[in-house]
């Protein structure tokens, strides 16, 4: 079975500055896929960014990076010069391969608040 | 634009009553998903489809039905079996069901009992 662990229930940014958000996996496949999501308050999930598991580098996209380390199975978020409209929920979610129907298995979602 | 378009964006449901929320995409995607959300909680699958006229079971079946009759359309049926429906549904889809390209979601559902 897959897992995702999201130890930071909230987290607090000033406007301007680098914030990580933390998530942790575990899974016994070789072959895995890692996003993150954010949630505005308003509910639609928004897809961030995305990792493989067999990607050498990490990925990035515009202020949004993700921080793989694969031997301490963590993906941590990396959320660079925060501005105001970063304020919501992120998720970390993971896929394994087509046998579980490519399901995505998501943690428990961290709150970021950017202060002006 | 193409996208996910769910609907009803709130429903309530009485008691013993059977309700239907409405997924339908246009983004050519093979594969459906619906998830459930409760209040400060990760999203949990109900239910997936690879291609049409298959459907298969997710984490939270039970109290759940759905159809894919077409390859746009996805709609989940939140039957009387399921005795606390008040959460948050939001349905998905991705290009195909092998491989890693994100899945891509509605706008959610708020479903609550009168």
């Known amino acids: 079975a897959q897992k995702i662990t999201q130890t930071q229930p909230g987290m607090f940014v000033q406007e301007k500055e680098a914030v990580t958000l933390d998530c942790t996996y575990d899974?016994?496949?070789?072959?895995?896929?890692l996003f993150w999501y954010k949630q505005p308050s308003s509910g639609e999930m928004i897809f961030l960014i995305y990792q493989g598991s067999y990607d050498e580098q990490n990925a990035t996209e515009g202020r949004y990076s993700l921080n793989f380390q694969k031997a301490r199975k963590s993906a941590n978020l990396v959320i660079s010069a925060s501005q105001l409209g970063d304020s919501a929920m992120y998720f970390c979610a993971m896929r394994v391969a087509e046998t579980s129907g490519s399901r995505l298995t998501f943690g428990e979602g961290t709150q970021l608040t950017v202060n002006p | 634009d193409g996208g996910i378009t769910q609907s009803p964006k709130y429903l309530f449901r009485k008691e013993g009553q059977n309700v239907t929320l409405s997924c339908e995409q246009n983004l050519n995607h093979d594969a459906m998903y619906w998830y459930r959300q409760d209040p400060g909680q990760g999203l949990r699958l109900i239910y997936y489809s690879q291609i049409v006229n298959d459907f298969q079971k997710g984490d939270i079946a039970e109290g759940y039905s759905v159809s894919r009759e077409k390859k746009e359309s996805f709609p989940l049926t939140v039957t009387s079996a399921q005795k606390n429906p008040t959460a948050f549904y939001l349905c998905a889809s991705s290009r195909h069901h092998i491989g890693y390209q994100p899945q891509h979601f509605g706008d959610g559902t708020r479903l609550s009992i009168l």
């Open positions: 899974t016994s496949d070789q072959s895995y896929g």
